[in-house]
């Protein structure tokens, strides 16, 4: 049974909050902030707290945007990508799992090691223009 995941889309002007992943899954490539949804946790609840946790901002939950299903060797996961408002996202900085944060337009995107799928999810879902 795959874990249950979520991941915060947060877009500040054109720009999307991106952290590297310091630890696997996906150390080292750039995703969304977001992870595993904690017993007796809402998803809503579980994208705030990813958010806090990793880069030490307030956000609000929003809209659904998609399901994502992904696999790391023997894991397999379903995740629950929201849009999500943040407060000072200026004031962010890493923590946690994430080993650096950055704000990134799509241009930028595509010369960071991204985390497969993560751009054309986005420009399907029409987060991103393509």
Request: aromatic letters at 8%; proline letters at 7%; a negative charge.
């Amino acid at each position: 049974m795959p874990a249950c995941c979520v991941g915060a889309i947060a877009l500040w002007g054109d720009k999307l909050l991106l952290v590297r992943r310091g630890k696997p899954p996906g150390q080292g490539y750039w995703s969304i902030p977001g992870g595993h949804v904690e017993p007796g946790e809402s998803w809503q609840e579980a994208v705030e707290r990813e958010v806090l946790e990793e880069t030490g901002l307030v956000a609000t939950c929003g809209a659904f945007v998609g399901w994502v299903e992904r696999s790391a060797g023997e894991e397999r996961y379903l995740i629950a990508d929201f849009l999500v408002d943040v407060l000072a996202p200026e004031t962010a900085a890493a923590a946690d799992d994430a080993a650096e944060l950055t704000f990134a337009d799509v241009e930028q995107m595509t010369l960071l090691p991204m985390a497969p799928g993560l751009l054309p999810f986005l420009t399907e879902h029409g987060v991103l223009e393509g």
